[in-house]
Antibody, heavy 126, light 107 residues
Framework: EVQLVESGGGLVQPGGSLRLSCAAS????????MTWVRQAPGKGLEWVAN????????NYLDSVKGRFTISRDNAINALYLQMTSLRAEDTAVYYC???????????????????WGQGTVVTVSS | AIQMTQSPSSLSASVGDRVTITCRAS??????LGWYQQRPGKAPNLLIY???ILQSGVPSRFSGSGSGTDFTLTISSLQPEDFAVYYC?????????FGQGTKVEIK
């Protein structure tokens, strides 16, 4: 079964750090881009970061650049989000998602977040 | 960053109604747009990608169209399980950006 399971969320004080993990199973992990998406309480979805299958490229939301680091360990099928200098506005449910990265006949690529984890809750509060 | 604006923010409809949600990009994004459904307390679920390609397993009553800056998601005949929040997502450039969401409620 294709599955993503997040862990590592919790309560942390402002300025603190936390590392989220996403365990993947049921597919060839190193061939897929992976993405983190978050959702603040009662708010909409917000894309956070993504990383290429071999880990050679990544991109970030402007508000987390320099504070968050996305990484992966393909040997153990794991995706990570290291979060530092946490702020109250980082409080959210964090989801990891697989990107099927569909390529059409013209060669254009499209994000296709086809598999999602159940989410892990991060609360930044004193 | 590209801004995505959905309308309406919410709507009330009855089972069997035809529902249309629009998403407008602040600049042209070709057809680099997806639609996601989120039910309360659940992770999002992919409906459509590349503006109009239906994800495998998604009912055919869902359809998408548009290119450039204006896009639509249509539900041809609303079913009870379709009451949820719908989001568009542009994947034309980084950072990717979602619309603010459209909540579809029961009338």
């Amino acid at each position: 079964e294709v599955q993503l399971v997040e862990s590592g969320g919790g309560l942390v004080q402002p300025g603190g750090s936390l590392r989220l993990s996403c365990a993947a199973s049921g597919f060839t992990f190193n061939t897929y881009w992976m993405t983190w998406v978050r959702q603040a309480p009662g708010k909409g979805l917000e894309w956070v970061a993504n990383i290429k299958g071999d880990g050679s490229k990544n991109n970030y939301l402007d508000s987390v650049k320099g504070r968050f680091t996305i990484s992966r360990d393909n040997a153990i099928n794991a995706l990570y989000l290291q979060m530092t200098s946490l702020r109250a506005e980082d409080t959210a449910v964090y989801y990891c998602a697989r990107d099927l990265n569909y390529r059409d006949r013209s060669g254009a690529f499209y994000d296709v977040f086809d598999i999602w984890g159940q989410g892990t809750v991060v609360t930044v509060s004193s | 960053a590209i801004q995505m604006t959905q309308s309406p923010s919410s709507l009330s409809a009855s089972v069997g109604d035809r529902v249309t949600i629009t998403c407008r990009a602040s600049q042209g994004i070709r057809n680099d747009l997806g639609w996601y459904q989120q039910r309360p307390g659940k992770a999002p679920n992919l409906l459509i990608y590349a503006s109009s390609i239906l994800q495998s397993g998604v009912p055919s009553r869902f359809s998408g169209s548009g290119s450039g800056t204006d896009f639509t998601l249509t539900i041809s005949s609303l079913q009870p399980e379709d009451f949820a929040v719908y989001y568009c997502l542009q994947d034309y450039s980084n950072p990717r950006t979602f619309g603010q969401g459209t909540k579809v409620e029961i009338k």
